[in-house]
C-alpha cells in the first residue's frame, strides 16, 4: 500500500454521528490496522518536566520529590550481579492495594496546586489533554497489541480533556485470578529496583528493608503530539546522578527485568514484543535509557544491559514483523484527534468510554455519573471556584 493511499484512508477514518441524545450508543469507531498508519513520523516535542510528585508508603501524596531514588549499578570489575530476586518473597512485601482505582486524582491533585502558574497560563490547561504516561502508553502500542483490550474514559470540562483508564472486566478478571507464579513475578521487578537504587545520590542500595509498591515518584511533563497539547505524568524508577544531562527527564532511568535469552528466535521476540512497551512507556516522558536485568530460571540476574530508548527501532527495522514508532505515533495522534472531536460537551460529569479489543476498530459510548465519572468532586469544586476568568477581588477582610 502506498503513502497516498494511506492517507486518503486515514482522513476516511471519520465517523457517522448517532443522534446525540442516545446516551451509551455507540457514535463512531476508530480502525487500528497498522497499515493505516504508517507515513512521516509526526511532530512530538521534547517533553520538558513542569514538576513532580511523591507518593509515600502509605500511597499519600506529597508535593516533593521524597520518593526519588539514585541509579547505583554494581560494580563493573567483577564477573557482574548475583541478585535474588526472590529474597524477601512474601514476607518483605507490601502491595499496593490494587482494588483502589486512584483515577487521575494524584495527578489533579498537583494541577490544583500549580495551574495557576503553568507557562502559557490559563488558555494553554483549556487546550491540552490531562492523563498519565502509561494510558499514551497504551495507545501507542495499540496497533501492535494482539492480547489486551483496553478502554479509556474521557470528560471536558473547562476545555481540557481529561483521558483516565477502566479496568476492563477481562484485566480485572485476570488481576483477581493472578497465579501465584506471576504474583512473585511482579515482586521480583520491584526488587530489582531495590537492588540497583539507592535512597541519596552516592550511597548504596540497601536490599535488606522492604519492597514496597505504594511509594512512587512521578514527573509531570508537557509536551506537544501534532497539534495536541500534553501534560501528563509517569512513574520514575530512578535517577543517574552520572548522567551526562542531569536535567530532568535527560537523568531520568527505567528499570527493567526480562528473561535470560540464549536463542536467536527469542531475542527476536524479545524485540517484536517486549522493546516494543520499553520503547514507547520510555519514549514519551524523555527517558534517554532503559536498563535490563535478565534472571535465570531461578530468579537470579547474572547480567544487565543498556537499551538506548532511541536505538530500540534499530533492532527491528528490518523486520518484516516489527513495530514501527511512526505507526505508534500517528495512530496515538489520531485517537487524540477522534476523541478532541468526540467529547463535544463541557461536562465533568459526562463521560465518553472509548473501548477497544484486538481485531476490532476503537468504539465509543457515552455515560452519566457513576460508574464512569472520574473527575472528583473536590477537584471540580475547587477549579469552579475560581474561574479564571472571574476576577479576583479583595475581600474586605484582606
Ligand atoms: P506506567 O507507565 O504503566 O508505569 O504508568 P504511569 O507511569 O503512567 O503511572 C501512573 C500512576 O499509576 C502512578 O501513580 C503509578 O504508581 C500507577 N500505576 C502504574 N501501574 C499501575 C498498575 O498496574 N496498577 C495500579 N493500580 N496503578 C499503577
Ligand atoms: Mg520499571
Redesign the pocket.
Known amino acids: 500500500m502506498d503513502r497516498r493511499e494511506n492517507k486518503r484512508k486515514l482522513e476516511n477514518v471519520e465517523v457517522e454521528c448517532e443522534p446525540r441524545n442516545k446516551l451509551t450508543s455507540p457514535a463512531s469507531s476508530l480502525p487500528t490496522d497498522p497499515a493505516l498508519y504508517t507515513g512521516p513520523f509526526p511532530f512530538y516535542g521534547r517533553p520538558s518536566e513542569l514538576g513532580c510528585f511523591s ?1 509515600d508508603a502509605q500511597r499519600q501524596y506529597h508535593g516533593d520529590a521524597q520518593a526519588l531514588r539514585y541509579y547505583s549499578p554494581p560494580p563493573t570489575n567483577d564477573q557482574g550481579p548475583n541478585f535474588d530476586l526472590r529474597d524477601g518473597y512474601p514476607d518483605r512485601y507490601q502491595p ?1 492495594d ?1 482494588e483502589l482505582q ?1 483515577g487521575l486524582d ?1 495527578l489533579l491533585h498537583w494541577l490544583l496546586d500549580h495551574r495557576g502558574k503553568l507557562e502559557g497560563g490559563p488558555g494553554w490547561l483549556a487546550g491540552a489533554i490531562v492523563t ?4 499514551l ?1 497504551k495507545l501507542l502500542t495499540t496497533p501492535y497489541e494482539q492480547q489486551e483490550g483496553w478502554q479509556l474514559a474521557a470528560s471536558r470540562f473547562q476545555g481540557t480533556l481529561y483521558l483516565s483508564e477502566v479496568e476492563t472486566p477481562a484485566a480485572r478478571a485476570q488481576r483477581l485470578a493472578r497465579p501465584p507464579l506471576l504474583r512473585e513475578l511482579m515482586y521480583m521487578g520491584y526488587k530489582f529496583e531495590q537492588y540497583m537504587c539507592a535512597d541519596k545520590p552516592g550511597s548504596f542500595p540497601d536490599p535488606s528493608g522492604e519492597v514496597n509498591t505504594n511509594v ?1 515518584f ?1 514527573s509531570v511533563l508537557r509536551s506537544r503530539l501534532g497539534n495536541h497539547r500534553l501534560l501528563f ?3 520514575v524508577d530512578c535517577m543517574d546522578p552520572r548522567a551526562p544531562c542531569t536535567q530532568p527527564p535527560a537523568c531520568y532511568v527505567e528499570l527493567k527485568t526480562s528473561k535470560e535469552m540464549h536463542r536467536p528466535g527469542h531475542w527476536r521476540n524479545f524485540y517484536r514484543h517486549k522493546l516494543l512497551k520499553w520503547w514507547a ?1 520510555s519514549f514519551l516522558l524523555g527517558v534517554p535509557n532503559v536498563v535490563a536485568g535478565f534472571r535465570n530460571p531461578e530468579g537470579f540476574v547474572c547480567s544487565l544491559k543498556t537499551f538506548p530508548t532511541m536505538e530500540m527501532f534499530e533492532y527491528v527495522r528490518n523486520d518484516r514483523d516489527g513495530w514501527n514508532p511512526s505507526v505508534c505515533m500517528n495512530f496515538c495522534a489520531a485517537f487524540l484527534s477522534f476523541a478532541q472531536n468526540t467529547v463535544v460537551q463541557d461536562d465533568p460529569r459526562l463521560v465518553y468510554l472509548f473501548s477497544w479489543e484486538p481485531g476490532s476498530p476503537v468504539t465509543v459510548s457515552k455515560y452519566q455519573d457513576a460508574p464512569y465519572a472520574f473527575l472528583p468532586t473536590w477537584y471540580v469544586e475547587a477549579v469552579t471556584r475560581d474561574l479564571p476568568s472571574a476576577p479576583k477581588t479583595p475581600s474586605p477582610k484582606d
Open positions: 507518593l499496593r490494587e486512584e494524584h498519565w504516561r502509561g494510558h502508553t512512587a512521578c505524568s509517569g512513574e512507556q
